[in-house]
Each structure stands twice: as structure tokens, then as C-alpha cells.
């Protein structure tokens, strides 16, 4: 990045980064944008997410990114969707595989006798965000104790 | 503001993806929980395209800085693309609208808008005054419905008035002599056109050819020989016309009740032809086939107020068409038949054939009619009330 000394002259900050283009870290970017990507883009304005543009709109204006054209919020509510459907889709895998497991685990009969559905658990979800790296185990609950609540230390 | 709004809108979102995987149901807490990720995903991208953004020197995101902080949060241009092309489009569920919602002030008129001319302090291009009956206190009108009481008043006395003109009516138009009055004195409710009996009973005369006043009452004594209701109306067409003295000792002017309800209950009973099941149409059936005469439109009259209480009997004796009606069942039977007796007490004869043995003991049960009354008074106290009033 080029660090102009401070001088006299009052030109607005912009200006001087515009000087050099290859300054920003976005340089990169600039030139290698797939050539699809541009294609991509465009599509996506007739694309329309499972996201409501106005919740992605709601939350990009909190978050720092107000007002943005609706490429942008397009693409960030696609991005999310999918990143939501990955760990849908691995709950899916846990759950799945709970469903077969079920002939032969006599203890999951007492709670899931012959229901073929599939149905999205908390457990099944909780194990498969960790693998995402988030963390959505519940508190254990221990019913003897007397105060109830989580157990110290945990 | 909305933060409960779109924590919401997301869990729909949520689901819905859930659903286009495959799943048939979603637990709560998992379903609020991959919400929860949602929207802490999309802040996330928001913040790190800001931060990228900033980095670059300007304020206000653009592609490619988002494009960076998709790669920072392990996603790429072309598993976008791919997923765009393997999975469905799923639409969300329902419309949503701009958040927030903007709405154009509507500014009050100005002076100069209205016409209005301000004092002239005031510069025309502000806006106007408000309207005068939003600060000062102004006349208010009570409306009809307020008070169900005062309502319920005024409909019986607006009825009362209509009976009034009615029986006033029927009172310058019947006769006054005796049988007229028997047929009023025991219902209160003709209390008002109870008229002294000051004529002659028509015993020779012609009732056509008689005074206007006492033609109707003489219509209604029919012998009783007569069968059928066309008979009947027949019957009552001849009297009129006849003038032989026999017959018209027989008509003093006692009416057979019985005979002139006969037609119209005949009526209800069997379906006849050509009149109508109601008292009213049978009545006026039976006026149809008068024969001329000044009498005529008189009579219409009258029978046409005892129409009413035709049709009140008829209905106080429950299924009328399926019971054939006996005069001595009736509730007015005997008042009916005491009354005959009172006021012509010659015609003891007559009276006896006509009503038999009904009401005989009047002595007696005198006070009990006199109870009677008071109870029917009683049922017809909107009417009766007002009735001692005027």
C-alpha cells in the first residue's frame, strides 16, 4: 500500500488511494473474476432465494452494509442458504442413520417406533454443527439435583 | 425495531430449507437454532465485506468484497453456482414488504389550498386551522337508538295510535246497537268503540235498505240450516237481499259467530279451490260474493276487524288444519256466548241453538270472567295500558 506522507494538500483521502488502483486489497479481485462469475451475477437477479431479500437487507444494514444493490443482496442471501442447506443436509446424514440403526437398537424402538419420517432433532442438528465449529450442546440437566440447572463445571 | 420480526421471518426461512431437503418435520428448538445461525451467517458476511471494504478505503461494499468474505467463510463463487443449478428454486413463503415502512406525511392544507382567507397576521401559505368541531363543543342531537325502553314505548304507542284510528274508524261506520256491543264488551280491547245501544234491532227492515250503521251485524246472522262455505257465502249474500219477515225475526242480531268463522275455517280445514287458507282471504272471499248495496263496503269493514279475531282464535287453537274447530273449545266461547246472553236475553232461543250450552252458569262464573279479563289484560298490556291512558 503506498503511505503518502501527510502534505498540504487537501485533496480528499479518495483520491489518493485512486491514484493506485493496485493498492487495495481487492486488486486481485479485480482482474480475476471468473468469467462466469459475471454471467452468474446477472442470473441472479431472477434468481430468488429462499431468503427474503428483506431480512438479508435488515441484517446487512446492521452489520455495516447499508443500502446495497440487490446483486449483492442476492448473492449473500444464496450464500447463506446454502451454508444453512449444507448443515441441514448433514443432520439429514445423522438422522438417516438413526432411522436405519433403528431395527436393531432396541433402546431407540422405545422412542421411535416405526416412524420412517424424517424429522430435523436437536441432536442430530447439534452434532452436525460441530462439525461446522459451532457449538449448540444443551446444559445438562440432572433431575435429582436439588437446584436443578447444569452441573458444575460443565 | 424488528429484530423480533426478522428473528421470525428467518425461522421460516429456516424451515423451509428444511423442508426442500426432504425433511418431513422440524423441531422447535433445531429449527430456531438453525435460524440463529442464519442470521449470525448473514451478519457475519455483512461484517467482513464492511471491514474489507474499509480496508480498500471506501465506505460502501461492493462485489467483490463480498466475494472475499464468502472465500473467508468457506464458500466460492462456483459451489454457488452449482448449487443454483442442482437444487430447486423455493421461493419464501409469503410476500414481505420493505422494511421500514414509509409512509408520506399528509400535511394539512395550506390557506391558500382551501380559499380559506386567514386573519391578516396570518401568511396564506401555511397551513390551516383545524376544523372548529375538533375544539369547541358543539350541539349533540340523541340518536334513535338509544334507549331500548323509550324504543319499545314508542312502537306500541305508534300501534296504539293505529288500533285507535282503526276502531274509530269502525266505530263511525258499524251499527251501535246491541249485538255490535256484545261482541266488544267482553274484550277490553274494544272498550274504546263500546257504544251505547240506542237503535232498534232491524227486525223488519231490510238490512240493505237499513240505516248504514246496523247492516254489517245483521249480515252475520245466518240461519244455521246452511251448509258448505260457498253456501255460507251464498247465505250472506241472500240475507241481505231478502226481505221476509221470518227470516229476519231470526236475524235480531245475534250473530252466529260460529257461522261467520265457519267459512274461513272451512277454508283453513280443507284446502278449498280458489280461496285462500287465511282468514283474511276467506272473508274477503265471502265480501266478494255480496251483492251490491250500500251495505257492502260496510260490512267490509267490520269483518274485516273481526277478521283479527277470527284469525286469533283460529291460532290460539294450535294446528287448525289438522283439528276440526269446535266453537266450545274456543277460549271465547263462553264469553262469547254470556255475552249473547246479556244482551239479548229475548232471543234465549236462539242462543240456545246457536252456542248450546256454553257459558250457561254466568252467574256464578261472572267474577271468573271478570278474572279472565284481567289476565287477558294482562297479555295485552302494551295495548291495554295505553288504552287506560288516553
Redesign the interface.
Known amino acids: 500500500m503506498n503511505l503518502a506522507p501527510p502534505t498540504e494538500d487537501h485533496t480528499p483521502e479518495e483520491d489518493r488511494y485512486d491514484e493506485n488502483p493496485k493498492s487495495s486489497n481487492v486488486a486481485s479481485e479485480t482482474e480475476a473474476l471468473p468469467e462466469g462469475a459475471e454471467q452468474f451475477l446477472a442470473m441472479l437477479e431472477e434468481y430468488t432465494p429462499t431468503i427474503p431479500d428483506a431480512l438479508t437487507e435488515y441484517y446487512l444494514t446492521r452489520s455495516g452494509c447499508p443500502e446495497p444493490s440487490v446483486n449483492l443482496v442476492r448473492l449473500i442471501s444464496l450464500a447463506s442458504q446454502k451454508f444453512v442447506s449444507d448443515i441441514a443436509e448433514e443432520a439429514k446424514w445423522y438422522s438417516t442413520q438413526r432411522i436405519e440403526a433403528t431395527a436393531r437398537d432396541k433402546r431407540e424402538q422405545g422412542f421411535d417406533v416405526k416412524d420412517k419420517r424424517l424429522v430435523l432433532t436437536t441432536e442430530d442438528l447439534a452434532s452436525a454443527l460441530k462439525e461446522f465449529g459451532v457449538n449448540i450442546k444443551k446444559p445438562t440437566y440432572f433431575a435429582d439435583n436439588p437446584s436443578g440447572g447444569p452441573a458444575p463445571g460443565s | 425495531m424488528?429484530a423480533d420480526f426478522?428473528r421470525g421471518?428467518?425461522r421460516v426461512?429456516?424451515a423451509?430449507?428444511?423442508e426442500?431437503?426432504?425433511?418431513?418435520?422440524?423441531?422447535g428448538?433445531?429449527?430456531d437454532?438453525?435460524a440463529d445461525?442464519?442470521?449470525r451467517?448473514?451478519?457475519?458476511?455483512?461484517?467482513i465485506?464492511?471491514?474489507?471494504a474499509e480496508?480498500?478505503?471506501?465506505s460502501?461494499?461492493?462485489?467483490?468484497?463480498?466475494?472475499?468474505a464468502?472465500e473467508e467463510?468457506g464458500?466460492s463463487?462456483?459451489?454457488?453456482?452449482e448449487?443454483?443449478a442442482d437444487?430447486d428454486?423455493?421461493?419464501?413463503a409469503r410476500p414481505?414488504?420493505?422494511?421500514p415502512i414509509t409512509r408520506r406525511m399528509r400535511l394539512p392544507p395550506s390557506f391558500a389550498e382551501i380559499g380559506e382567507e386567514p386573519s391578516p397576521h396570518i401568511p396564506s401559505f401555511l397551513p390551516s386551522f383545524p376544523d372548529k368541531h375538533t375544539f369547541k363543543d358543539t350541539k349533540v342531537y340523541e340518536g334513535r337508538a338509544n334507549d331500548p325502553r323509550k324504543n319499545r314505548l314508542m312502537v306500541h304507542k305508534e300501534r296504539r295510535k293505529g288500533e285507535l284510528a282503526l276502531l274509530s274508524l269502525q266505530d263511525r261506520t258499524r251499527s251501535s246497537d246491541a249485538t255490535a256491543n256484545y261482541l266488544t264488551t267482553d274484550s277490553r280491547r274494544w272498550e274504546a268503540r263500546a257504544t251505547p245501544s240506542n237503535n232498534q234491532p232491524t227486525d223488519d227492515t231490510n238490512p240493505f235498505l237499513a240505516a248504514p250503521n246496523q247492516a254489517p251485524c245483521n249480515l252475520l246472522a245466518l240461519p244455521a240450516a246452511e251448509q258448505g262455505a260457498s253456501g255460507r257465502a251464498l247465505a250472506l249474500a241472500h240475507t241481505g237481499t231478502k226481505s221476509d219477515p221470518e227470516r229476519s225475526s231470526e236475524i235480531i242480531g245475534i250473530p252466529s259467530l260460529l257461522d261467520a268463522f265457519e267459512p274461513t275455517l272451512v277454508a283453513s280445514k280443507s284446502a278449498l279451490p280458489g280461496q285462500s287458507a287465511s282468514a283474511q282471504g276467506t272473508a274477503d272471499a265471502t265480501m266478494h260474493n255480496l251483492e251490491g248495496g250500500e251495505g257492502g263496503w260496510q260490512e267490509r269493514i267490520f269483518m274485516g276487524g273481526e277478521t283479527e279475531e277470527v284469525g286469533q282464535l283460529k291460532w290460539r287453537q294450535g294446528d287448525h288444519q289438522s283439528k276440526p274447530f269446535k266453537f266450545s273449545q274456543c277460549p271465547q266461547a263462553r264469553r262469547i256466548a254470556q255475552a249473547a246472553r246479556n244482551t239479548a236475553p229475548e232471543c234465549a232461543e236462539e242462543i240456545a241453538f246457536q252456542f248450546g250450552s256454553i257459558g250457561a252458569d254466568d252467574d256464578e262464573k261472572r267474577d271468573r270472567r271478570a278474572r279472565a279479563d284481567a289476565i287477558m289484560s294482562g297479555q295485552v298490556k302494551g295495548i291495554v295500558e295505553d288504552d287506560s291512558t288516553t
Open positions: 424488528y426478522f421471518v428467518a426461512a429456516a423451509q430449507i428444511c426442500g431437503l426432504g425433511f418431513v418435520a422440524v423441531q428448538s433445531a429449527c437454532a438453525l445461525v442464519l442470521v451467517y448473514i451478519c457475519e458476511v455483512g461484517q465485506t464492511h471491514e474489507t480496508l480498500a478505503g471506501r460502501e461494499g461492493n462485489v467483490f468484497d463480498v466475494i472475499v464468502l467463510l464458500q463463487i462456483e459451489s454457488l453456482r448449487y443454483t437444487s428454486e423455493i421461493p419464501f414481505l414488504p420493505r422494511l
